[in-house]
């Protein structure tokens, strides 16, 4: 049996992955911060017929990511087949105006504490040569998201990582891949809400932002759907190293590639929405322009 190792599990891709998994015939453990507050988890668990094995654990902290893993690892043999790195935290905020402390709050959970996880296990993946580390990136950590400073350079920071990750285990038979999902159905939505605009400067930046992600809500893609492609990349025969998913996924990593540095900075500069939305359209083939 396959044990695998989901971070973040109690909400989004990471709870819709763990069940997935869990109904492949994997033994899955779902880190949470509060076992208290994981009754949807167990409860969608029930009706799929599956169970999840929760693990109380905080990616942000050292001790937390060291006893969680002790547990999982004491349970299973020393075994984890699969570890995958879902737990994140978005962030708000333009260069000017975001502190550095944010982008060090933002960087230790959503790069760090995937450091934290993945040297838990790769010890003994290295020695069973074999295993796949899946890290849950972004379509922000493949384009610098308009307002969103601190969560993209977490992201992008997580993806070369994970770039350098794959060729560091080549040797060792430790598959590594890079989930890069768009818009998809997860409180992560509802809670990214604020828009820090303390020099008023940066109205239409944040406004644009919001309007991404209004009219991606209406066509926002079943994290269950991620939590295919997941299985998939981790099984497959001819693996990637990365995967773009969800709506606006593979529309923006395509179009990005297809852009010249000089064009993704002047997708900046219209100072009407209407031209902002417009010119986004052609780059990307997406409407934004209502929700």
């Known amino acids: 049996m396959t044990i695998s190792v989901v971070t973040g599990a109690n909400s989004g891709i990471g709870r819709a992955t763990a069940i997935h998994l869990a109904q492949q015939g994997h033994d899955v453990y779902g880190t949470v911060r509060s076992v208290d ?35 999982i690892l004491d349970e299973t043999g020393g075994r984890a087949d699969v570890l995958v790195n879902n737990a994140g935290i978005g962030g708000n905020a333009v260069a000017e105006e975001c502190p550095p402390s944010s982008y060090l709050d933002i960087m230790n959970v959503n790069l760090c504490g995937a450091v934290r996880c993945l040297q838990q296990v790769l010890p003994g993946m290295r020695a069973r040569h074999s295993g796949a580390i899946v890290n849950i990136t972004s379509i922000a950590g493949r384009i610098a998201a308009l307002a969103q400073s601190p969560y993209v350079t977490s992201k992008w920071a997580l993806e070369g990582l994970s770039e350098g990750l794959a060729q560091e285990l080549a040797p060792f038979g430790i598959r590594v891949v890079i989930i890069e999902p768009g818009v998809t159905k997860s409180a992560i939505f509802a809670k990214n809400i604020d828009a820090p605009n303390q020099t008023g400067a940066y109205d239409a930046q ?7 992600y209004a009219a991606g809500h209406a066509h926002a893609t079943d994290p ?13 025969d001819e693996p990637q190293l990365r995967y773009a998913v969800s709506w606006a996924g593979p529309e ?7 852009m010249s540095d000089e064009a993704w900075v002047a997708l900046g500069a219209p100072d009407d929405d209407a031209d902002y939305f417009a010119a986004f359209a052609s780059a990307f083939g997406l409407d934004i322009s209502s929700s």
Not at 206 to 212: A, E, G, K, V, W
Not at 224 to 236: D, K, M, N, S, W
Request: aromatic letters at 8%; hydrophobic letters at 50%; charged letters at 25%.
């Open 37 to 71: 507050k994981a009754g949807k988890l167990l409860a969608m668990a029930a009706d799929a017929g599956v169970e999840i094995n929760l693990v109380e654990l905080d990616v942000a902290d050292d001790e937390s990511v060291r006893a969680g893993f002790a547990r």
């Open 206 to 212: 944040y406004r644009r932002m919001f309007q991404f």
């Open 224 to 236: 269950f759907e991620v939590g295919r492609l997941i299985h998939h990349a981790i099984t497959t």
């Open 252 to 258: 923006i990593v395509a179009g990005r590639q297809g």
